[in-house]
């Protein structure tokens, strides 16, 4: 007979099962609009024209500089996509209270941050290796590694999955959603890199260059321009790496922290295998 | 028996009326938004780009296409109202209803938009233009030139997102309006560099944005503040807003048939 442990580790698995097959099923839409719109307008426009008119033609580097941080954005857009639903769940069908019959609501959204997290990244992964085939020698990859950039993406992934589980459990309603983006995605996608790296930001206000320290969106810039650009004007890789695991914990616990209260008093209230 | 015009008239002051309420009460939450998003561009655009190398002389240009970006985000918070509202709490239904043609209930809608647009983004655009003044030159600016082309484009964006609001069903709306539609609209147009530096850069991606309703809007903004030399002449982009508000009271009306079942 099996143990506890091995029930549970097998609903936890047959729920990241169920999400990816709806996932696959919804695959074409996502994957054109993320994997596809995206990657071609930001290249056209951010790498192409944008780029090409704000700096000199000998500024290749500056260009592609510019360019990387738009992963930041599409980031958020993607994972947005894949973790969001929980909330309308919360003011809907509350089907989250079906799954943590099933698993205790730790694990329940334990399985919803590595489904978003492997969700976001199989749809950012094709961006820079699609923006370089269309964008040919107008994008600098003389110095990627490609390995180190992947791993930069896959963190990227779960540290913004974790940090929209934690905004859902803050936000509590749908109504609540527009806010949120203005005012706290968006400062923090643009004093996160989104256009110019963090030096440049430390060369005009060195005050606000270390406050944006604490912006974890910034470690997913940097790391990305670290492992494309390379050189030594952008953090380095071990320290954007750590950074960014280290925010991906601190969110997830803060999630478990704050959802007990929408999950785990249902779970005591006797609906608990 | 049909109505009068007065009756008409009393009936949309009306709608307008306790529209303005719910203005009133959201007012500053989002005057807030738009001053974050105001903060961010600017700060953006006149201080860190310029470090990476970006010619001084876009930072007035750009932070004027960037007004577009402000009245994009807010046109969207109010569509998404719009969509809310018809698939599940049907306000609108009750109110069409009402004793009124439907083109004053939806003139009403549009008047409603207009003044909230009006009321957020005005403060926000002066406070923005005051801080990158240094960099703005008044020498050639129309205030009246630009007082018409704004509150036309504002009736533009009222017309073209009450539109899409209503076209649109609800799933498909969430899931792929900001991919498939305003991020193309947005990304693709000359917000991000003026129109005449795209044509000399590339004529062919000249002509394209030219496609692009954007275009007459953000143009018009910039040749009537900064004067007709650079960018494209005031009035024609003046003419071609004002056009494109067929296509989108069109939008507006087929919406309208598509998920409202008027009677």
Redesign the interface.
Known sequence: MASNTTKKFLFFLQLLHRDFYIFFKNFT?DAI??GL??PL??A???AY??S?????TD?LQ?RT??FIGNISLLTL?SSY?FTFPLLFDFEGARHVDYEIRTLSPRLVILEKIVFATLATFALILPFFPFCKLLLQNKFDTSNTNWIQLFIILFLGSLCVSAYYFLAICILKNASRI??FW??FN??LL??GG???PWY??M???PALGIATLANPFLYITEGARQTIVGGSKFLSFPVSVTALICFSLLFTMLTFYFLKNELIIFNQNGCIP | MTNSFSDNFRIFCAIVRREWTVIKKRLWKLIIDGLVVMIGLVFSFSHLFPLLGMPKKLIAPIYLGNIITSLFIMGYTLAHRIVYDVKDNKFINYQMTLPLPKRWLFAAYVTAFVIEFFLVTVPLFVAGILIIKADINFANTSILSFAAIYLISLVFFALFYLGISLFFDFIWFRDNIWPRLLHPLLILSPIFVPWKLAYKFSPSIGIFFLINPLTYVVEGFRSSLLGNEQFINNIYCTLVVVLLMIPTTYLVYRGVHKRLDPV
Do not use: A, D
């Open positions: 839409t609009n993320n719109i995206f307008m930001y056209f426009f951010f024209i944008q090409q008119l704000y700096f000199e500024m500056e500089i510019m857009v996509h527009n806010n203005l005012r968006l400062p643009l004093l989104f256009w110019t440049i930001t060369k005009v206000f």
